[in-house]
Structures are given as C-alpha cells and as structure tokens.
C-alpha cells in the first residue's frame, strides 16, 4: 500500500471512529450476474445474465467514488466474462486507477485465464481440496489452479466460503495459500444462508472448529488475511450489521453492505468476515485495529 493511502485511510478511520460517522469507504460494482458456474452455495448467479454497459458502471463508479469510497471491487456473476464492445474487465480496473480509487480489487472465480496485474488484489473462489470443491462448483479445481500458476502477477488471494460440505478442507487451502506461486494470502467467509440455501450453514460448533483450524494455520504462518480477533463475533454473530462503510451498486441501485440487505433476518445470520472486522474496526475495538494494521499493510 502507498503511504498516501495508507495516511488516507487512517484519518478516515480516526474520523469514523471518533465522530461517530458513517460515510463509506469500500464500494462494490456488479458488472454482470452472468456466470459460468452454477456453485450450490450461490443464490445470485444468473438472475438476468445482462452484461452492464461501460458507460452505465463509468457511472456507477463515479456515484460511488463522489460519496467517499477508495476501495473497489468489481463483482459478478464472473468477471471475466465481462464484455461491452472491445472494452475488457481490465479496462473496468484502469479506469477505476484512474478515477482516483486507492485500492481496485476483483472477485473471480478462477475459470479464466488471470492477466490483471493492474488490480491490487483477485479474490479467487477456491472452496477446499479437489473433492469438496468440485463438489461444490464442478469439475474446476484443476483447472483453476493452472490459471493461478499462469498468472502474470502475485497479486492473487484466495476466497473461500466455508459450508457444510468444505468446513474440514480449510488447513488445506491455507497450506496451498503458503505454497502456491503467484498466492498472497487466503480469506475466509462463512456461508451466508439465503434461503434456497440455508442447509449449507455451520453450527455454531462448527464455526468454532473452523475457527480455531485457521487460528493453528496463522500460528505456523499461512498467508490469512483475516482478523482472528473477529472470530469470537463471527461465531456467535454478534458483530454489528449492516456495514454502513460499504456499498453495492448492481444495475443503478445502491444496497448499504449488500446484496443480501433486503432479505428478512439474513443479517443476523451474516457470515461475512469482512462485515464483521469493518464493523467492529469503526466502532474502535482496539484488538482489531491493531491486527487490521498489521494485516492490510502485509498484504496489499
């Protein structure tokens, strides 16, 4: 991270914290819902299959960016297949840097050859070993993994959402996190139970287990990039939600945290790592904003 933003971002949080404030700062654009997959723990893939126009996310990019975000994602549906014309998901990144966003990130879910080296970091879906995960996505595993040895840059971390079909697979993709050329870090979510999916949610026992399994793996060094002082919050779901810190913006239509906000008591039963760590960073909890320091500035 450059000292710039890394000035920028600490006096935001000193403001948030200190005043009580609730602009945002981290913003996420769906450029499409179309996806090559069909991922049993998803319940957002290919509602519509439109591709969003360049100019329409153009716009959507400078809405966000006039309300104080600097941290980016574009999201999918898959990413990669983002098309308008001859521009490409890579000039969707360039143009970001050039809007002025501090930190332009990408989720994806690894099918596609990785030739974006302009973002600060891609999140990649890989949800456990080959066996759970192609019993979750398909038969994509290998695949995906030669995509990651392919890539041009080191600027990849893995995205796992743990269910109940991966949650013993999770020491494995922190030690492929620390061997993998090309991986910088590893980042956990628990599986969110929309209501088509709600059988995949963890007990709280399990949530727990998985818990102290990535404790044990930061201990002996795997790249994680998450706050183990949030764990105790994220088990027992008593983070703060939503995230008023963060937006979406799909199709015009801005969501506070995101996409899941609207439906009914899926809040409470949020597993998303970040929304907690942001949550509780912004209401000044000391332990993690002393980790959250540490761990940005290692990994991006």
Known sequence: MKPSSFLYFAAFGMKTILLRRQEPILGTVIVTDRCNLHCKHCSVNNLTAVMHPWTQLCGEMRTLYGMGVRILFFCGGETFLWRDGDKTLRDLVVEAKRMGFLIVNVVTNGTFPIDLPEA???LLSLDGDRERHNAIRGDTYDAILDNVGGATAD?????????RINKDAVRHVCRLARDTRNVR???FNFHTPYPDTAELALSREEKTACCRAITEMMDEGAPVFNLKSAFP???DNRFPTPCRQCLVIENGRISVCGRCIDVPGLCE????FFVAE???LFRGNLKIIAEMLKTYLKYI
């Open 269 to 272: 039963k949020c597993g998303y």
């Open 155 to 163: 600027n990849i971390c893995f995205y796992m959402a743990i269910n």
């Open 185 to 187: 870090a590893v980042s």
């Open 233 to 235: 919050y994220l088990i």
């Open 120 to 122: 600060d970091l891609i």
């Open 278 to 280: 942001y949550t509780l």
